[in-house]
Every structure is written in structure tokens, then in C-alpha cells.
């Protein structure tokens, strides 16, 4: 028999501070039409001093799994692709686990950058079909404000933090 996974919830969380192109141009050589032309962007959500990328992550998960109609106990792992964890050990996956209160499921961070999240729902599927797990929370997040050199207009400017 086969066994195929499906998505059954999502959810997404972005923080309340929105910084616009105008913003910028208040600290660096740079305009709403510049950025607009290069990147297509007005907009970024940026994340609080106070805020961790589990945060963000933990505030999506409750979202999937309200949409989802399961309890956090119901899951048998969890997976977090970013690449800005709050810490190299535990890894980001362990302190969402604990923020939404999930048990004893496994939780790893996959850490690949922008495809980390594709790689953790490739992860997930393969988990799943081998019946090694039936519910796997696949998060991607990132706070990538926190480190970002705000005076160099060629990266600052592309960036925002979500989950």
C-alpha cells in the first residue's frame, strides 16, 4: 500500500514593524524609486530586538495547526528551515517545540538557506511515505534583520523577517 503525505494546514506570521522604502532613505544614499526598480519591493516586515526567529516560527506553527484541526501533541517531528537560528544548540526546531508545546516528537533545523523550507518538505514527504512519522510541521523562517549591515544599501534593502 502506498502512503502519500498532503498539507494540511498552513499558517504564516509576520512581525507588526513595517519599514518601507522612505524609511531607508533616511540613513542611507538611496530612494523609493531606486529600490522599487531594482528589487520590485515597498515594503519589509522587520522583527523587534526581542524577537527570535522560534518566535516567529512558533506564532506560524499555532496557525497551521488551528487551520490544521490538530494539537501540537499530535505531532511526530518538527522541521524549521533558516539559517538564522536563535542559537546553534538547541536548534530552532527544539525551542519552537517547546514554545507551542509539542511533547516528544524530533525536531531538527535544516539549514540551506533560501531552499531550506523546500528541503524540509521534501524531508517530511519521505518520513511520511516510509511510515517513519504521519504529522510533520515543515516551518520556514527567518529573522534576517538582526544581522544585516544597515549601512550597506546592496543587501539591507532586500530583506525582510517572517515565518
Not at 506560524?60 to 487551520?67: F, H
Amino acid at each position: 500500500m502506498n502512503t502519500y503525505s498532503r498539507i494540511i494546514g498552513t499558517g504564516s506570521y509576520f512581525p507588526e514593524k513595517i519599514m518601507t522604502n522612505k524609511d531607508f532613505e533616511k540613513f542611507i544614499d538611496t530612494n523609493d524609486e531606486w529600490i522599487t526598480s531594482r528589487t520590485g519591493m515597498k515594503e519589509r516586515r522587520v522583527a523587534e530586538g526581542d524577537m527570535y526567529t522560534s518566535d516567529l516560527a512558533a506564532e506560524a506553527a499555532k496557525k497551521a495547526l488551528e487551520m490544521a484541526g490538530i494539537k501540537a501533541t499530535d505531532l511526530d517531528g518538527i522541521i524549521v528551515g533558516t539559517f538564522t537560528m536563535d542559537t546553534s544548540m538547541p536548534s530552532t526546531a527544539c525551542r519552537v517545540q517547546h514554545k507551542i508545546g509539542a511533547g516528544h516528537c524530533f525536531a531538527f533545523d535544516l539549514t540551506a538557506a533560501c531552499s531550506g523550507f523546500i528541503y524540509g518538505c521534501n524531508v517530511a514527504n519521505a518520513l511520511i511515505k516510509t511510515g517513519s512519522a504521519k504529522k510533520i510541521l515543515v516551518i520556514g523562517a527567518e529573522n534576517l534583520t538582526a544581522g544585516l549591515d544597515w549601512r550597506d544599501r546592496g543587501t539591507c534593502i532586500l530583506f525582510g523577517d517572517g515565518a
